[in-house]
């Protein structure tokens, strides 16, 4: 329970970091466009929360699938993996779609892409440091 405690900590840090950061992006980006409000609006109340939520059923997913133990658990933590992209791969698909115009297209696929990555590397690095 510490392990997940401690994981769902850094990833609601990061969440709380990158929503500052994209709503000061939006800001110096769009801040006299018309497209500021609907990216605003989009990005931190629907993306980013979808996103945090997806990382705390996957770690959750990962408390309770996962023990150190059991030899098969190497293939539960890449199942959990693989189920985290490819909803990040749904979820960027489904805004790229849906987005009105190509600026908005272009933000909201960066955006998850980048999510992504951050996501990843805090995950990588919580792994790294943990293991040595």
Known sequence: MKFFISRATIHICTLAVSTIACMALIKYLYGTSDLYWPLFYNSVYVVIPIIATINILGEIAFSLFANKEENESIFKIM???TVKFLTY???????????????????????????????????FGYFRKNSI
Not at 101 to 112: C, R
């Open 89 to 123: 791969l749904i979820l960027a698909l489904y805004f790229t779609i849906t987005a009105t115009n190509y600026q908005e297209k272009l933000f909201f696929g960066l955006l998850i892409v980048v999510l992504f990555f951050i996501y990843a590397g805090v995950e």
């Open 79 to 81: 199942a959990i993996r």
